[in-house]
């Protein structure tokens, strides 16, 4: 893999009124005209994303949007889009060259949802006075003057950028290193059936691939096919092996009951999302009856194919386990159905292609409608009477467990 997934990227979005100078600020931080701008009020309809590696944070995607306060129909859709890209941002930058309501609410927005902000007070050429750096600076205490014309004050803001950034991308974040010792033997366990990416593995197995080389431990990676061949030519038990969700039951049928095993998505759901919420959500498929309405969440929008996992696997295994039918809803991609709160419970995929503002922002929303919400890998080791199992290298408490 050549370039950090933009899942794994801090997302930097730049928000603020039509024609303050959001696209030009963006072009000035990347230093490149990546987002067309102009002096006609809404030149940029939908988000503009440029990736790249921003020291000492690291890989960074910038999201310019569309203006917040668009009018009419279509003006209506881009601030829809302009607020869905708030699900995903970590950071914000606000650009203002008059502070009104607007940028009130917005500012309010962020600190609501936890997001790190920093305004650019643009447009100091047109100014005589501190006036506006004086009224921002009685909402928030991160504000940089800048000129995107000439680059003034671009540096100054990108030094508040990195001094905003949450600490979580400047610590380490694991997602399986902390699980394993030096010296360990883990094995992947992944099907190559008509699901799988063509020519390469999923980003995901790559990644914890690094973190175990990373950490002086070994992997192995096989089928599911291949699994008792591989277990009976290590000459002792691996410490960890890590599944997809869909082999869960043959893969534990296979494996001694004092190896620990887990599935990816469950890796995924600590990695990105609210593990505990998610773990207490699972509890919730007890409470399903027949004729309940699930809604399965999916974040890539690929067609579905074969026995697709969202699609039949866990419907089948819900069905059977309710012993009845059930009105699921499957939706994949970035947008949520209107009313959420209808549904009794939502089963989420790992989210591998979202960043975990986005999960968290999920999440969030399924709380707010008082919704539980589980993943894939946890809905499916439950069905199939295996949580208990898949969920024990985690710190869980015994309630969520039981
Ligand atoms: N004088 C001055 N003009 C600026 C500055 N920054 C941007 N502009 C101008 O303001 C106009 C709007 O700039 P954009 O970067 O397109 O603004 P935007 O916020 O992206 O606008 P929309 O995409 O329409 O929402 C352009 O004519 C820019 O050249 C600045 O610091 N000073
Ligand atoms: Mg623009």
Not at 48 to 59: Q, S, T
Not at 250 to 261: A, E
Request: negative net charge; glycine residues 6%; proline residues 3%.
């Amino acid at each position: 893999m050549l370039k950090t997934p933009k899942s794994l990227r801090l997302h930097i979005g730049v928000f603020g009124r039509r024609n303050v100078g959001k696209s030009s600020i963006l072009n000035a931080l990347v230093r490149q005209n990546v987002s067309i701008v102009s002096d006609v009020a809404g030149t940029t309809t939908d988000p503009v994303e440029k990736v790249m590696e921003l020291k000492p944070i690291g890989p960074v995607v910038f999201i310019d949007t569309a203006g917040i306060d668009d009018i009419g129909a279509l003006g209506c859709e881009r601030v829809r889009k302009t607020m869905g890209v708030i699900d995903r941002t970590e950071l914000a930058v606000l650009v203002t060259d008059e502070w009104l309501d607007y940028e009130n609410r917005l500012l309010v927005e962020f600190k609501e949802r936890n997001i790190a902000v920093v305004v650019a007070a643009n447009k100091t050429d047109l100014r005589q006075t501190a006036e506006l750096e004086e009224r921002v600076s009685e909402v928030t205490d991160s504000v940089v003057s800048t000129n995107a014309l000439e680059y003034i004050g671009i540096d100054a803001l990108r030094e508040a950028i990195i001094a905003a950034t949450p600490a979580e991308f400047l610590e380490n974040n694991y997602i399986i290193a902390n699980l394993i010792e030096q010296g360990s033997m883990t094995i992947f366990v992944t099907p190559i059936d008509i699901e799988a990416p063509k020519g390469r593995l999923k980003m995901l197995q790559v990644h914890c691939l690094r973190e175990i080389l990373d950490k002086n431990a070994n992997a192995i990676v096989c089928k599911e096919t291949e699994l008792e061949d591989v277990l009976n030519k290590l000459k002792q038990s691996p410490e960890l092996v890590v599944c997809d969700s869909q082999v869960l039951h043959k893969v534990t049928c296979i494996v001694p009951d004092d190896v620990i095993v887990t599935t990816f998505s469950i890796l995924m759901a600590r990695f990105k999302s609210n593990f505990e919420v998610m773990s207490r959500g699972t509890k919730a498929i007890d409470s399903l009856q027949e004729n309940d309405k699930v809604l399965i969440l999916e974040a890539c929008t690929h067609h579905p194919i074969g026995d697709d996992i969202g699609r039949v696997q866990i419907p089948e295994l819900l069905k059977q386990y309710v012993g009845g039918e059930l009105n699921i809803d499957v939706v994949a991609g970035r947008d949520l159905p209107d009313d959420i709160s209808r549904y009794k419970v939502i089963i989420h995929c790992g989210g591998c292609v979202f960043n975990r503002k986005e999960m968290l922002s999920r999440v969030e929303k399924a709380k707010q409608a008082g919704v539980p919400i589980t993943n894939y890998g946890m809905a499916i080791s439950y069905l199939h009477g295996l949580f208990h199992r898949a969920m024990e290298p985690f710190a869980v408490s015994e309630s969520v467990l039981k």
